[in-house]
């Protein structure tokens, strides 16, 4: 416990391998404030749905450039291409937010599904020994060169540099992140007809080139969240062999497993920290300017005042609410594309003969911020 002017507040130590083991009990009866030690950086974290969704829509707690960890190894030429929308808030925030959104519906993502049919059919039609390298953390980026319309003769590249921003290779990504840079910049100049940056690209270039390319780098960073999606899915289902049956009895049922996966082993177990811009009371806790908030996703996604069972993982859930992609201004802009790749990718799983041939606990990442497997060797039938 930790104590405040409001009171005691529950500590909870983000280096503890207790927590790094099991995060989804480590939040349980710590209460709607918790204060997350962190090496460098402690912070503040809400474990309430109801508090998590009125936090991240309060213009009191603002994103900033602390937000974000810095990327070292990136050459300075590369940094305007580097402050995302994610980044920003307020009217600037906004106006790139409202160009771009027509490109990320829930219409546009289904539309784009039977596009990834065929890339994830390739992927297993390759030998697969581990779900991770072999087909999880390759697809995204396959399937973003798609969606952007990144020619076919760069695509190797641009899946390798999607491998190094998959596996948080933090040396790796000051070479990665400014061949993705370059890479777009040479699409855009040769004003493509067909892809995301076709679509976006306008004669009264209402985005700029800088912007363009900046958001195919933000693409390319959440983009790689169905990786670590996919990854954790097949650990759940395929340690459960009724969910498994049920699921290819009644396909119709993925879109909410989808959802239920996302609530329940979803990779972000935090939101990116906002700033209090003022002292503020955070319901109870006085939390002075200047310090950081995060909604601690592993507690809100099993909050039982906003989930029925909410420790029952039930991919017949109804109106799973969960807070996976965010709330608020800066809901996840590809959350649609993200959920259809998920999709897409189990679909063709369920269809295949797949045996864990290892524990997925013994692969678990020790990352306090990200839920997510290092490997997973399998077994898989083509």
Same mark, same amino acid.
């Given at each position: &416990? =930790?104590?405040?002017?409001?009171g005691?507040?529950?500590?909870?130590?983000?280096?503890?391998?207790? $927590?790094?083991?099991?995060?989804?009990?480590?939040?349980?009866?710590?209460?709607?404030?918790?204060? /997350?030690?962190?090496?460098? &950086?402690?912070?503040?974290?809400?474990?309430?749905?109801?508090?998590?969704?009125?936090?991240?829509?309060?213009?009191?707690?603002?994103?900033? %450039?602390r937000?974000? !960890?810095?990327?070292?190894?990136?050459?300075?030429?590369?940094?305007? #291409?580097?402050?995302?929308?994610?980044?920003?808030?307020?009217?600037?925030?906004?106006?790139?937010?409202?160009? !771009?959104?027509?490109?990320?519906?829930?219409?546009r993502?289904?539309?784009?599904g039977?596009s990834?049919?065929?890339?994830?059919?390739?992927?297993?039609?390759?030998?697969?020994?581990?779900?991770?390298?072999?087909?999880?953390?390759?697809?995204?980026?396959?399937?973003?060169?798609?969606?952007?319309?990144?020619?076919?003769?760069?695509?190797?590249?641009?899946?390798?540099?999607?491998?190094?921003?998959?596996? &948080?290779?933090?040396?790796? /990504?000051?070479? !990665?992140?400014?061949?993705?840079?370059?890479?777009?910049?040479?699409?855009?100049?040769?004003?493509?007809?067909?892809?995301?940056?076709?679509?976006?690209?306008?004669?009264?270039?209402?985005?700029?080139?800088?912007?363009? =390319?900046? /958001?195919?780098?933000?693409i390319?960073?959440?983009?790689?969240?169905?990786?670590?999606?996919?990854? *954790?899915a097949?650990?759940?289902?395929?340690?459960?062999?009724?969910?498994?049956?049920?699921?290819?009895?009644?396909?119709?049922?993925?879109?909410?497993?989808?959802?239920?996966?996302?609530?329940?082993?979803?990779?972000?177990?935090?939101?990116v920290?906002? #700033?209090?811009?003022?002292? $503020?009371?955070?319901?109870g806790?006085?939390?002075?300017a200047?310090?950081?908030?995060?909604?601690?996703?592993?507690?809100?996604?099993?909050?039982?005042?906003?989930?029925?069972?909410? *420790?029952?993982?039930? =991919?017949?859930?109804?109106?799973?609410?969960?807070?996976?992609?965010?709330h608020g201004?800066?809901?996840? @802009?590809?959350?649609?594309h993200?959920?259809?790749?998920?999709? =897409?990718?189990?679909?063709? /799983? @369920? %269809?295949?003969?797949?045996?864990?041939?290892?524990?997925?606990?013994?692969?678990?990442?020790?990352?306090?911020g990200?839920?997510?497997?290092?490997?997973?060797?399998?077994?898989l039938?083509?």
């Amino acid at each position: &416990m =930790v104590s405040t002017s409001g009171g005691l507040v529950h500590e909870i130590d983000l280096t503890d391998p207790a $927590v790094l083991r099991d995060p989804f009990t480590a939040y349980q009866g710590s209460g709607r404030v918790v204060r /997350l030690h962190v090496p460098g &950086m402690p912070m503040w974290a809400l474990t309430s749905h109801e508090d998590a969704r009125a936090m991240l829509t309060d213009p009191r707690f603002a994103i900033t %450039s602390r937000s974000f !960890a810095g990327i070292p190894g990136v050459p300075p030429e590369h940094d305007e #291409y580097l402050r995302t929308m994610s980044e920003l808030d307020g009217p600037n925030h906004l106006r790139l937010r409202r160009l !771009a959104a027509p490109a990320f519906t829930a219409r546009r993502a289904r539309d784009f599904g039977p596009s990834i049919e065929p890339i994830v059919a390739r992927l297993l039609s390759a030998p697969v020994t581990d779900l991770v390298a072999d087909f999880a953390r390759p697809l995204p980026m396959h399937v973003i060169c798609e969606l952007v319309g990144i020619p076919d003769a760069d695509r190797p590249d641009w899946v390798a540099w999607g491998a190094t921003v998959a596996a &948080m290779d933090v040396e790796g /990504l000051g070479r !990665a992140i400014p061949g993705i840079i370059e890479s777009a910049k040479s699409v855009l100049a040769s004003r493509p007809e067909h892809g995301l940056l076709a679509d976006l690209t306008t004669e009264d270039e209402r985005l700029s080139a800088t912007e363009l =390319v900046t /958001l195919v780098w933000q693409i390319v960073l959440a983009g790689q969240t169905p990786a670590n999606l996919i990854a *954790n899915a097949v650990a759940e289902l395929w340690t459960r062999p009724d969910v498994l049956e049920t699921l290819r009895a009644i396909p119709s049922l993925l879109p909410g497993a989808v959802d239920e996966l996302i609530r329940w082993c979803g990779p972000q177990l935090l939101t990116v920290p906002r #700033y209090a811009t003022t002292d $503020v009371d955070l319901f109870g806790t006085p939390v002075p300017a200047g310090e950081p908030v995060t909604v601690a996703i592993a507690a809100v996604n099993r909050d039982p005042a906003a989930f029925r069972d909410p *420790n029952r993982f039930d =991919v017949t859930r109804q109106a799973a609410t969960h807070l996976g992609f965010g709330h608020g201004p800066h809901f996840c @802009l590809g959350a649609a594309h993200a959920r259809v790749q998920t999709e =897409v990718a189990l679909a063709g /799983l @369920l %269809s295949r003969g797949l045996t864990l041939t290892s524990n997925p606990d013994e692969h678990r990442a020790p990352d306090p911020g990200t839920w997510r497997l290092t490997a997973l060797p399998v077994t898989l039938d083509r």
